[in-house]
């Protein structure tokens, strides 16, 4: 078949079963829209025009979480393509699958600072898998097959494609790439070692006090079936990370919620306190274990990553295991009932359940500073949605107010920026999710500051028919850097007022969407329920003191014991 | 000093990619250098640094993830081949000091590559330490400019590390 190099792009993406592309056209790539043209007209490949391309790049990062298979996002030469990096940046810290394609100015330009060029591939290095450009249109069919199977195989991230204007044009054989190879990168199988999983076994074994800690590596190879058989086989508590959330169900009697610096009580006092840290899927990252030279100090670990590098990287461990966390876990498990390990009530359980009381009353406290408490809007959306709703968050008091108050039942129903926290996630990344899931309801826990980072896609929302539900926790400041600047700076509250912020029901009218402002519980719980079913984006704008806080919090640099419980 | 050999498949910005990770990673290197191997398209890139072992594994390590890295190991010093040239410019006004400084070539077994009547160019080939010994000693005859190489490294013995096409060797797998 004789095509056009964007034709060619068009078929290779077909190939690779592609659905939807969030992007926005641009001078660079108006011939692979032009190809694009053909696709709409016969109901393949469905184009989202996003409203900036960061949105474009969350939206597929979204679409990839929620779905589990790679989200493609699209942007012009220059700033189009400059415009993504955040949103790849976001997906290369939180191992998400997205292929970004971006134009180029032509070949013959390139390197001579022509109108709208950027060294993306040079830009893109650092924050993706890897960045291709390709340099003739024969190329193209070999590149996508690589960079699909690149973003979507052993750890997982980005990868971006770059295309100079006149490859588009340029005339190439199509003919479906069959495997490619790529220099050395080999596709893992993630089988355990036995060895590893024999010491691993070991250590459960002369254990008294384990404690199991999941991060999102357990949710991206679809292992939660096999961390709660592995939990109730030890049996062992499950604190996960802030990515790890969803991976057992919250309500789970293992479940101790997420541990780190807005951890829960329990889940950082279980960590203090284990003799054995079985970390599955996590990376050991400094808002996780708090002061790093003291997490562990007192415990053996087990360390199960599909990454190599990330073994030893932060932490010293005694066991690692290079594997597929599902594959591992389940190897562990099998290995442990081979042995015969016999579950007993002990000291332990009753410690962890004494620690589960002691806070109890906290988490169920309810004092709110004059308006609505964090704590109870997130229990009651929490009890006002379907099991099976899909939730994402902004970053910043907005999502640690999730994280730890808003129980999540599914894995892959939890969809925040937990690497990178990068505001203006959460609103694009669940158009998404939407677009990926189009029978499940999505709600977007938001911050008022974060939310008008990206705000202007409810353009997209609206034109696309894309109803999600966006809850403004509406505080009029930057709170998280307002909450620290109160702990730690002596309530000197430099530039984290926003004085006035717009009127999010107006705003959310303004674009076609539909805006509530509530009032009080009553009202935000028929808002939530009215918003489950709707057929427009919605914004409910949800009033908070500026005064409350995210507590319980380690003040950074301290040890997961040296807990902050009022401020 | 540790020598890290990666074989490398020859595409444009594989440079970049590895020299991208060194500098995002925090990592300190001594030297880098690329060249060819015997087979085409694929390059050898020797690096060397100081470093305590953990530090050097975690950058093996990441530099296997790159995808245009066929193989990469950290050789032993002890077991294999290591060398560095340099081009050092002396100046020779003085017969006297001229001829120590010829001296000197004999002893270290390295030559002249041109001569002027104020000045002698000087290759010297050899291990780094023998190297900057030799650089040390013609210091005192007045450097005017000087280039070196970085180290380039073969293990000792009859195996071709550029040879498989595995992805990483030995010593980056996990120590399990």
Known sequence: MRVSGAKALVEALKDEKVEVIFGIPGGSTIPFYDALYECAEKGELRHILARHEQCAAHMADGYARAKGIPGVCTATSGPGATNLVTGIAVAHMDSSPVVAITGQVPRSMIGKDAFQEADIVGIATPITKYAFQISKASEIPDTMKAAFMLANTNRKGPVLVDIPKDVFYEEVDYMEAERVRIGGYVIKSGDPHPYSIKRAVGLVLESERPLIIAGGGVIASNASAELARLAEIIPAPVATTLMGKGSIPEVHPLSLGMIGMHGKGEANMAAEEADLLIAVGMRFNDRTVGRMEKFGENAKIIHIDIDPAEIGKNLGVDVPIVADARKALAALADRLIEVGIRKKENEWSRRIAELKEKYREFYNSEESRGSLSPKRVMKTLRSAIPERSIVTTGVGQNQMWAALHFQVLQPRTFITSGGLGAMGFGFPASLGVKVACPDRPVFNIDGDGSFLMTEQDLATAVVENIPTVTIVMDNRVLGMVRQWQCMFCEKRYSETDLGKVPDFVKLAEAYGAEGIRVEDYGGLESAIRRSVDAEVPVVIDVPVSPDEKVLPMVPPGKTLREVVWFG | ?176
């Open chain 2, 1 to 176: 000093m540790r020598i890290i050999s990666a074989i490398v498949e020859d595409r444009p910005g594989v440079l970049f990619k590895v020299t991208s990770l060194i500098r995002r990673r925090g990592f300190n290197i001594e030297t880098i250098t690329v060249g060819g191997t015997e087979k085409e398209r694929v390059s050898r890139i020797t690096i060397t640094m100081r470093g305590n072992p953990a530090v050097v594994e975690q950058l093996v390590k990441q530099l296997s993830k790159i995808p245009d890295v066929l193989k990469i190991s950290e050789l032993e010093p002890e077991e294999s081949a290591f060398r560095e040239l340099a081009l050092i410019k002396v100046s020779a006004t003085d017969p006297s000091k001229r001829s120590d400084i010829l001296n000197y070539i004999s002893i270290f077994r390295a030559r002249v590559i041109d001569a002027s009547k104020d000045s002698l160019v000087i290759e010297i080939v050899g291990q780094p330490r023998k190297v900057q010994a030799f650089l040390d000693l013609m210091k005192g005859f007045g450097v005017i400019e000087m280039a070196k190489t970085g180290t380039v490294a073969l293990a000792r013995g009859a195996r071709s590390s550029s040879s498989s096409t595995s992805s990483s060797s030995s010593s980056s797998s996990p120590p399990d």
